[in-house]
């Protein structure tokens, strides 16, 4: 499946509900597979929600500099100059998510995806790979 496409149901599922297979599986591919998505390709409602994700997951120190900017300059074009009001800005704790006008921010989700940045967990990544 698309990257993309990860991106769009991760945003309609929204971030308390999405599959935590499927949001460690958007991590991983931005993480070690190094795809970089298009935003472009995603629905523009969903945009904030899949541009926030990406831009809070390129944050991690698991990437290499070089990937976290090309990530964030992919990205950073669609964030609204001003993010329009939404009901879940509000309930936002993350200021990543209220500058991108997000509906809910990741902060509860982010404790799933601690074992997927391990330096063991990188090692044995590349050996599969």
């Keep these: 499946m698309a990257l993309e496409r990860m ?11 999405v599959d935590p ?11 070690y597979v190094g795809e970089v998505p298009n935003l ?3 629905p523009a409602k969903l945009r904030p929600d899949a541009g926030y994700l990406v831009d809070r997951l390129a944050r991690f120190n698991v990437l290499p500099k070089e990937q976290k900017l090309r990530l ?17 800005v509000a309930r936002c704790k993350d200021p990543l998510a209220v ?11 982010l404790g799933e995806l601690m074992p997927y940045q391990t330096r063991q967990y990188a090692a044995d990544k590349a050996k599969a790979a």
């Design 21 to 31: 297979d499927l949001l460690r599986e958007v991590a991983e591919r931005l993480w």
């Design 72 to 88: 964030l300059s992919a990205v950073r074009q669609y964030q609204p100059p001003l993010p329009a009001p939404s009901a879940g």
């Design 40 to 42: 472009a390709e995603v």
């Design 99 to 109: 500058a991108w006008g997000a509906s809910m921010d990741l902060t509860s989700r």
């Design 7 to 17: 991106l769009g149901d991760v945003a309609r599922q929204g971030f308390a509900r």
